[in-house]
């Protein structure tokens, strides 16, 4: 077999090779957009905005409808023997509405303060561990389904510096406090 090789000017290839593609529309392919799951430390559930839980048979939703920060005044007036914070530290309180949606007729659920601490600068603040709350106070109610009740849990402390970017652990769910 015998080859020719052939040279092409400049001027000849463009005219005769196609121009290259300078732009193209490319639409991207749709990607899942991802599951946000409310109530974690990275998206904690909104300040004012109801959880629901369902546990044992009854749904309930929980809301923070109010916070105190820098609140030891607050915590002493509800009680003079609660615990005074360490220097640098300061108390938060906390007022919670739930509204009992559905669950036994028969029997009570009773309300609790659900082991809540607060999450501040990648840690959990949980003292002092027990506290008399101002009234009204929300752990303790026995109430039946259609009941809605709207109190105070304990006060927690934690440093100063950490106040404004805490949010509340409460029965296993984050709720922002701002």
Same mark, same amino acid.
């Given at each position: ?89 300061? =108390?938060?309180? @906390? $007022? /919670?509405?739930? +509204?009992?949606?559905?669950?036994? %007729?028969?029997?009570? #659920? ?46 927690? =402390?934690?440093? @100063? $510096? /950490?106040?404004? +970017?805490?949010?509340?652990?409460? %029965?296993?769910?984050? #709720?922002?406090?701002?």
């Amino acid at each position: 077999q015998i080859y020719t090789v052939v040279s092409i000017s400049r001027s000849e290839r463009s005219a005769t090779i196609p121009p290259t593609l300078t732009s193209a529309t490319v639409t991207p392919k749709p990607q899942p957009s991802p599951t946000v799951q409310i109530g974690t430390r990275q998206s904690p559930v909104p300040l004012g905005q109801a959880f629901t839980f369902e546990n044992g048979g009854r749904k309930y939703s929980v809301k923070v409808s109010r916070v105190l920060r820098n609140a030891y005044n607050q915590v002493k007036q509800a009680n003079l023997f609660n615990e005074e914070p360490p220097p640098g530290n300061d =108390y938060v309180l @906390v $007022e /919670l509405t739930l +509204e009992y949606i559905s669950g036994p %007729d028969n029997a009570p #659920f009773q309300t609790t303060a659900g082991q809540n601490r607060l999450f501040a600068g990648n840690r959990l603040w949980g003292a002092p561990s027990s506290s008399i709350p101002p009234k009204p106070a929300f752990s303790g109610q026995d109430i039946f389904p259609g009941a809605k009740v709207v109190g105070w849990l304990p006060g927690k =402390y934690l440093p @100063v $510096e /950490l106040i404004e +970017e805490a949010v509340m652990f409460y %029965d296993g769910i984050y #709720f922002a406090l701002k």
